[in-house]
């Protein structure tokens, strides 16, 4: 089990508390965001390599194109 695995999953000993009547992928936004917040470099990092790793090419151009968009 990955790093993004246990992630998904919210295995932690902190991690924001579940939002009431929220979809299964704002959950996982919202642990994200937490992650993003709180975790170190390293753990942000490894966590980004295994999610990019289960994409396919089509969605990392994608992913790609959005981020052009909003970065400079």
Request: hydrophobic share 40%; proline share 8%; net charge negative.
């Amino acid at each position: 089990m990955g790093i993004f695995d246990r992630f998904r999953e919210g295995v932690g000993a902190q991690r924001p508390a579940p939002l009431a009547g929220a979809s299964d992928d704002d959950q996982a936004i919202a642990r994200y965001r937490y992650m993003l917040k709180t975790a170190p470099p390293e753990t942000i990092e490894q966590a980004h390599a295994e999610a990019f790793a289960k994409l396919t090419p089509e969605e990392r151009r994608r992913v790609l194109q959005e981020l052009s968009n909003e970065v400079p």
